[in-house]
């Protein structure tokens, strides 16, 4: 990365904290090493978990709103999670069990730069196979609920973009 790039990297991420926006150095640096338009990033945190903040979810199932996720919360909600009592943990929300676990091969789902990682590459990935509309729908599942989501993330884009500019 160049001295101009990691400046311009900053400047965002300031932009965005003036915003609320949580962790939003970290944001920046994933979404750009996943690929992604850094608008659609700060859409995407916002969507999850409102202002970036690294908290359980509130999934009608275990360590429902249980607060900040910390590693020993989300060592005790792992071990009581296994493969079917899910919840959404961090800043973009990792529900399913696979995409925890990736995350947490990496140094840990508990931390927002790998929780981060995880969803901007999976993010990424669907937009790459589906297009920018279908992957949103697809993070989020499918149905008329899916697409909901995928209509507000791409209005949440188009704020970050106004924003950022």
Not at 55 to 64: A, E, L, S, Y
Not at 137 to 143: E, L
Request: with cysteine; hydrophobic share 40%.
């Amino acid at each position: 990365m160049t001295v101009k790039q990691r400046a311009r990297d900053l400047k965002l991420a300031r932009r965005a904290k003036r915003h609320g926006m949580q962790n939003s150095l970290r944001i920046v640096m994933e979404a750009r090493a996943a690929g992604l338009p850094i608008s659609l990033a700060f859409a995407l945190v916002q969507q999850e978990s409102g202002n970036g903040a690294n908290v359980f979810g509130h999934d009608p199932t275990i360590f429902v709103g249980a607060g900040n996720v910390t590693k020993a919360k989300y060592l005790a909600y792992k071990n009581a999670r296994g493969h079917t009592r899910m919840q959404g943990v961090g800043p973009v929300q990792l529900t399913w069990y696979g995409f925890q676990d990736q995350a947490d091969a990496m140094g840990g789902c508990w931390q927002p730069k790998y929780n981060l990682r995880v969803g901007f590459q999976h993010l990424a990935h669907l937009i790459a196979q589906k297009g920018e509309r279908a992957g949103i729908k697809a993070y989020n599942g499918s149905g008329d609920a899916a697409d909901h989501y995928a209509s507000s993330v791409l209005s949440h884009k188009a704020t970050w973009h106004r924003r950022l500019a």
